[in-house]
Nanobody, 131 residues
Framework: QLQLVESGGGLVQPGGSLRLSCAAS????????IAWFRQAPGKEREGVSC????????YYADSVKGRFTVSRDNAKNTVWLQMNSLKPEDTAVYYC????????????????????????WGQGTQVTVSS
């Protein structure tokens, strides 16, 4: 069973930057979709980004394109989310999520970024953007 742990959240002023990390362990499949979601109080969970290890493609929500960047360190089994030019509307609990890519079509969940398609979740880390 895959285990995910997020860290790196905090308080930052508008226009500032933060980098979140997602450490993973317990791999049992060769390929995974690894995604970032966020959820603000009273709002539904929103997909932020997704990386498909099978295809090598990274997908971003329109709201974060050009500001957020995903990177990974295979040796450390860690994925980072670099967040730049942060806005107050970025305030949310950020979650790392993953699901095995069992078939050649599994990458589609990265395009859709539907929370129900991901079975493994971290505990979340709070990001607050405020002056």
């Amino acid at each position: 069973q895959l285990q995910l742990v997020e860290s790196g959240g905090g308080l930052v002023q508008p226009g500032g930057s933060l980098r979140l990390s997602c450490a993973a362990s317990g791999f049992t499949y060769d390929y995974y979709s690894i995604a970032w979601f966020r959820q603000a109080p009273g709002k539904e969970r929103e997909g932020v980004s997704c990386f498909s290890t099978r295809t090598g493609n990274t997908y971003y929500a329109d709201s974060v394109k050009g500001r957020f960047t995903v990177s990974r360190d295979n040796a450390k089994n860690t994925v980072w989310l670099q967040m730049n030019s942060l806005k107050p509307e970025d305030t949310a609990v950020y979650y790392c999520a993953a699901e095995p890519e069992r078939t050649l079509l599994s990458f589609r969940r990265c395009v859709t970024l539907g929370p129900a398609e991901f079975g493994s979740w971290g505990q979340g880390t709070q990001v607050t953007v405020s002056s």
